[in-house]
């Protein structure tokens, strides 16, 4: 046998350790730009039931809509473009398309629309795109990236309606679409587009575990140096997977555990946000966890992680994204009393490197 | 990447059977799979099975999960042989099957075939039994050494549900098999697609001109379009108006 079997996919690990208070923090770019958020977990450690403030933002997540079967050049339509790409924030991405087997689709606030496509249909589309940067051998995958905010890309010019022609009358793509808009007030710009299809609006679903008896590293000092980041995200990944790190020989041959040193904390609580959520609630939430940490606590430390989509054609900023074995692209913010944090950014092997 | 696919599902009579097939592959992520009747080609006599049109073994496909597509079904013929008999591919009788493959029995005719082909591996085998499990490694091995991770295809040939496995299941058996993660995953999905593709021009001449049988049985039957349609601008012969 070869000798790569005890390799795993390759993945990527970075990790930043700064505070809320330094200038040059990046924490706010380095959220801004995830723009495509699916879970958001938050590990409160000597708690049974979350403050009043922290529940009232969780309960405050912006709604988004789900669009079954939308022909995709109605995101090229001049009213959508003006009322929503153009003034706001407009999230979208395609729903159950998986971006190794189907087309998919993608919509970043500042306008860029990106379709990753197979080979067939890109050829059909006739627009002018990139091969993927993860084709293997053959090149099955491309890569067609729009600015709609682009003077070429303006309603009537040849870029705007070669496009619109492609996706109108030569692929005729259609896909469920999750759809947000930020600033929320202005919802009604989407209603145009919404009353022609079938669309229905949900709120982020809301989970929460109280956990006993957990042990946990040590971190009662932000200068953590025994712990490794991969033990770290291994241990916060079982924890909120709800995996019992005991290891115990009569239960299932679990070989995760807990990171030395180690500490039990007799009650945690564990709340996760699912849906399509935006950049900006997450900031807030950061904010609100740093006002909660500002009281005293037993244990004074809060770990909050975000999880990208997995099928998202793009990962950070715009850069491009796809599955290997996993698609996970999520980082981890473990925030201390101090206003210092630790930032864990993690990516899989088809990915690039998160900034 | 493109879709996963299994291309080898043991057909039997067992129409329950065949269902439960079809729907534990869509279940599994799986978009096309092909079903595979078996024609022995030495003994004498022996007629090429016709396969069930697939409406007729399930009349609602099931989707695939986590796509809104249902599964595609295909029909494919294993000829095995053992000598080197004639084989007409481009038979009438052939022509109801969207994959043909053939089975050697011997190494003689391995080596006959093995230019331009796609191989494969099966692996339900080595879930029945663990001396087969033995011989599919140590030959995928072989064969991947050979191939140097190319042309080959990863299947089941399931005879029940529970013999089938997931398509990232099987991508890291081709790792077990010597690939490499890029070819493991392709085992199951572009190289099942150009096989699918290969098939497909068959059908056709040289894979270019693809003709249809018209509904009033005209002699010539090159598809040839009407004068009013909307033919590109290149090609419109030129109209002589008087």
Redesign the interface.
């Given at each position: 046998?070869?000798a790569?079997?005890d390799q795993t996919?390759r993945s990527l690990l970075v990790s930043e350790r700064s505070s809320f208070r330094d200038q040059k923090t990046r924490i706010r770019a380095q959220v801004e730009q995830l723009h495509f958020n699916y879970k958001v977990s938050v590990l409160l450690p000597e708690c049974c039931s979350a403050p009043p403030h922290l529940d009232s933002i969780f309960n405050t997540f912006n709604s988004f809509y789900l669009i079954r079967n939308l022909p995709v050049y109605e995101l090229l339509d001049k009213n959508f473009l003006e009322t929503a790409v153009y003034q706001g924030s407009v999230y979208g991405v395609s729903y159950?398309?998986?971006i190794?087997?189907?087309n998919c689709v993608a919509l970043t606030p500042k306008g860029h629309l990106t379709l990753s496509l197979?080979?067939d249909s890109f050829e059909i589309l006739g627009v002018e795109g990139k091969p993927s940067r993860f084709n293997?051998?053959?090149k099955?995958?491309f890569v067609v990236s729009v600015d709609l905010t682009d003077s070429s890309m303006a309603p009537g010019g040849r870029g705007y309606q070669r496009l619109l022609t492609g996706l109108r009358s030569r692929l005729q793509l259609k896909?469920?679409f999750l759809l947000s808009h930020y600033p929320a007030n202005t919802t009604t710009s989407l209603q145009a587009l919404l009353s022609r299809y079938d669309w229905s609006e949900h709120r982020p679903q809301i989970s929460r575990h109280t956990l006993t008896d957990l042990s946990c590293p040590a971190l009662l000092t932000s200068d953590l140096q025994s712990c490794d980041p991969h033990s770290f995200m291994e241990w916060v990944g079982a924890v909120d997977a709800n995996v019992s790190c005991e290891n115990s020989s009569s239960s299932f041959l679990s070989s995760l555990v807990c990171p030395e040193p180690r500490t039990t904390v007799s009650r945690a609580l564990s709340v996760s946000v699912c849906g399509l959520l935006l950049p900006h609630d997450v900031h807030r939430l950061i904010q609100e966890i740093r006002c909660y940490l500002e009281q005293p606590h037993l244990e004074s430390w809060v770990c909050l992680t975000v999880h990208g989509y997995a099928d998202s054609p793009v990962s950070w900023g715009d850069n491009e994204h796809s599955v290997?074995?996993g698609g996970e692209n999520f980082y981890s913010l473990l925030m201390f009393q101090d206003d210092t944090y630790h930032l864990h950014l993690a990516t899989g092997?088809h990915d690039t490197c998160p900034p | 990447m493109s879709v996963f696919m299994d291309l080898n599902l043991s057909y039997t009579n067992d129409k329950s059977r065949m269902q439960s097939l079809i729907e534990t592959a869509a279940h599994l992520g799986y978009s096309t799979v092909a079903i595979n009747y078996t024609y022995e080609l030495t003994i004498k006599k022996s007629k090429v099975p016709v396969p069930t049109p697939i409406k007729d073994l399930m009349e609602k496909l099931p989707i695939v999960q986590g796509r809104c597509r249902p599964i595609r079904v295909l029909n494919r013929l294993t000829v095995v042989m053992s000598e080197q008999c004639h084989f007409k591919k481009t038979g009438r009788e052939f022509s109801a099957y969207d994959l043909l493959a053939v089975q050697p029995a011997t190494e003689k005719l391995f080596h006959a075939v093995e230019r331009g082909i796609m191989f494969e591996v099966s692996y339900s085998a080595a879930i029945r039994d663990s001396t087969m499990r033995r011989y599919t490694i140590a030959n995928a091995v072989s064969l991947v050494e050979t191939c140097k991770g190319k042309n080959l295809i990863l299947s089941s040939a399931a005879e029940k549900p529970l013999e089938l496995r997931g398509p990232y299941d099987i991508s890291n058996l081709g790792l077990l098999f010597g690939l490499s993660d890029g070819d493991a995953k392709e085992a199951v999905s572009s190289a099942c697609r150009s096989v699918v593709l290969h098939g497909e021009t068959r059908k056709t001449a040289g894979g270019i001109v693809h003709t249809m049988k018209c509904c009033s049985e005209t002699p010539d039957q090159q598809e040839a379009p009407p004068a009013d349609c909307e033919a590109p601008a290149a090609k419109r012969a030129k109209q002589l108006t008087e």
């Open positions: 046998m070869r790569e079997l996919p159950r398309t998986r190794d087997e189907d197979d080979k293997h051998r053959t099955c995958r896909t469920d290997l074995k092997a | -």
